[in-house]
């Protein structure tokens, strides 16, 4: 047999087991826990060919010890690889637990809850949203208390008006996590102290069932906190920039629907601060919401496993929020998840420490995230800066033949991605997820050299939410980068093939680069296309309804269709037109709304936009009808297939 025909034998057996698993779910324990251990035997052989076969002598040459850094790099980012892959071998689903335990049937019946919605500077209309759907909650025991970090006036009024609770504090300090301490601080001294409490960020609204099926869970005593996914109800930077998003899942699918869950089959899940509800007397038992990370959420979890508690996760659309708008904000965000991450490591509940309490288990997951912020970027950058050495310098940092390279690193890779792609139903597509790695290489290592290095008072950057933008946008820090990489690499490649291999190069390296460029290449594409910021005109999210609606017009009923539906209007459209004119004014009869008044904004053969001139009852009523749940348009799979073509239409349609 043809040496490389042979070397393709074994990712040939991985492609023929791979052509089982759409035949398989992806929650079946032995098949799950095969495909992990699998791809980690495959991952451990790859790593033993490296070390024993492709490695040169230790030496002074510069050559020889950019190749033995790299090794070394590689193998730190292969134990995030495994860890990653240990968690995910396992998966759990609390629904049934929760259904099966009622609040109704605890020990002493509902446990009363207060929900804090911590803020600081967010817009009105943000705020009203959240309110509203806090006070509709499906449950019988519970207060709502807004904590105001901007001492605003207007809220303070707007409380009052929709029956929330109100506090302010004296300072600002500790940010987030001294928001909501001051205000537990408080509760903890009223005639009935909360039994359970819940937080939602200031931009996300809750389902009426968030309180009634988080609270389920806490039947279990060993249970210190209950949390839900993040669920958006705008695209992402991300979503909105690829030109589909009504195809592409959001950045964190694959987080909030494969890893938590599977971190809780494990006991390791952890809060993630919104939509999240923890027992009182836990959070007093611990001191309150972590002040030692900007993500307080993650320590919390990680101090309530060292007092004997663990984190449940509740894998069910019960909140919705905003994502951020812009890759600015965007990053901001993932810089401070970072910073947190690298906070924690230095605290006595670090997974380091040798004198918390924390369980062994937990210290590994959480050690996953600390290698996924660190180790990852830097491995990245490694490798799309070693095949452009290549094509410029002859430097080689894999010695090997083409025959090694496929019989060993192909098997393990392809089982990595077809694993990954089954686990997550597809939401984890390898340029894709490749691209987006790129987007927060450069915020994540500066934000982990400031967290692990710099001053430990850091301060809490607050995401921008809210805002609209007219314009597309290129962001060229971040493009300008990837291009410039693209064609320096591009540029070698050429170089190259007008003056031939640098002398004494093997043949089957200038093969390894050539593939590993050209994937290089695509994916600093991929990349660049995310950095074009397409335009957001609407200050409110359209959700698609699919309903009838009466719209009377002129003094006559009309049966119509209710296409989308917002605070601020909706699309209609009929069989037959009815007799309108634009700017005039009609009233659209909406089911759980009742009669909301408006204008005609456009008018076309089979459809109108209206736009509402609603009351505070009917804002109100919209407000709980388009965020009741229903409406929820999150997309959980992507085939790579379609991927592609998404990625085709975006460059060149």
Aim: glycine content about 8%; charged content about 20%.
């Amino acid at each position: 047999m043809d040496p490389i025909a042979e070397a393709f034998l074994p990712a040939l057996v991985i492609l023929c087991l791979g052509a089982f698993l759409p035949f398989i779910r992806p929650d079946q324990p032995l098949a799950r826990w095969l495909g992990a251990w699998l791809t980690i035997l495959l991952l451990l052989r790859y790593l033993w060919w490296r070390a024993t076969e492709t490695l040169p002598k230790p030496s002074w040459d510069p050559l020889d010890i950019a190749a033995l850094l790299f090794f070394a790099v590689e193998v730190v980012g292969s134990v995030a690889g495994v860890l990653l892959l240990h968690v995910l071998s396992r998966t759990k689903d609390r629904s049934a637990e929760a259904s099966a335990h009622p609040v109704e049937t605890h020990p002493g019946g509902p446990p009363l809850i207060d929900l804090l919605i911590p803020t600081y500077n967010e817009q009105e209309e943000i705020l009203y949203r959240t309110i509203i759907g806090a006070l509709a909650q499906d449950y019988p025991r519970f207060r709502v208390w807004v904590c105001d970090d901007g001492k605003r006036e207007w809220l303070r009024r707007m409380c009052e008006e929709l029956g929330a609770h109100y506090r302010i504090r004296g300072d600002n300090s500790h940010g987030k996590a001294g928001n909501m301490n001051a205000t537990v601080q408080h509760l903890m001294t009223l005639p009935e102290p909360p039994d359970l409490i819940g937080v939602l960020d200031a931009d996300f609204v809750a389902t009426p069932l968030f309180l009634r099926r988080a609270a389920a869970l806490f039947h279990d005593p060993r249970v210190g906190l209950v949390q839900t996914p993040q669920h958006f109800f705008n695209p992402d930077p991300i979503q909105l920039n690829l030109g589909e998003p009504a195809r592409v899942p959001d950045e964190q699918r694959f987080f909030f629907d494969v890893i938590l869950a599977s971190k809780d089959a494990h006991g390791t899940a952890f809060s993630c601060g919104t939509s999240s509800i923890v027992r009182a007397d836990c959070l007093q038992a611990i001191g309150g919401f972590p002040t030692e990370s900007v993500t307080e959420d993650i320590l919390l979890s990680i101090k309530l496993t060292g007092i004997g508690y663990h984190t449940a996760y509740l894998n069910e659309p019960l909140t919705a929020g905003l994502a951020p708008e812009g890759l600015q904000e965007y990053l901001t965000q993932r810089g401070r998840w970072c910073l947190g991450t690298m906070q924690i490591v230095r605290t006595p509940w670090g997974p380091f420490s040798t004198g918390a309490r924390t369980p062994l288990l937990m210290r590994l997951h959480t050690l996953d995230t600390v290698l996924f912020w660190t180790v990852s970027p830097i491995l990245r950058l490694l490798c799309l800066i070693m095949p452009m050495l290549y094509w410029w310098t002859g430097l080689v940092v894999v010695k090997t033949d083409l025959h090694g390279l496929i019989s060993h690193l192909g098997p393990y890779w392809l089982c990595c991605v077809i694993y990954l792609g089954w686990v997550s139903r597809g939401t984890n597509v390898p340029i894709l997820s490749d691209a987006m790695s790129l987007l927060v290489m450069r915020e994540s290592m500066r934000a982990s050299a400031i967290g692990l290095f710099g001053s430990r008072n850091q301060k809490f950057k607050v995401t921008a939410k809210g805002a609209t933008r007219d314009r597309t946008v290129v962001q060229w820090s971040l493009a300008g980068w990837f291009l410039a990489i693209a064609a320096l690499t591009l540029a070698g490649m050429l170089l190259r093939a007008v003056t031939g291999p640098i002398a004494g190069t093997p043949p089957d390296a200038e093969a390894m680069n050539l593939f590993w460029s050209v994937y290089n290449i695509v994916m600093l594409a991929v990349a660049a296309l995310m950095c074009v910021e397409a335009p957001r005109y609407r200050r409110e999210e359209r959700f698609h309804a699919d309903e009838p609606a009466t719209l009377r017009a002129r003094g006559a009923a009309h049966a119509v269709h209710l296409d989308d539906l917002s605070q601020l209007g909706c699309r209609l459209s009929f069989a037959a037109a009815p007799p309108l004119a634009p700017e005039e004014r009609v009233v659209v009869e909406i089911e759980e709304v009742g009669p909301v008044p408006g204008r005609v904004r456009r008018l076309g053969p089979r459809e109108a936009r209206i736009v509402f001139e609603a009351d505070a009852a009917q804002r109100a009523a919209l407000v709980r009808k388009t965020f009741s749940g229903r409406y929820r348009h999150s997309v959980s799979a992507l085939r790579p297939t379609e991927f592609m073509g998404i990625l085709w239409r975006r460059a060149f349609g």
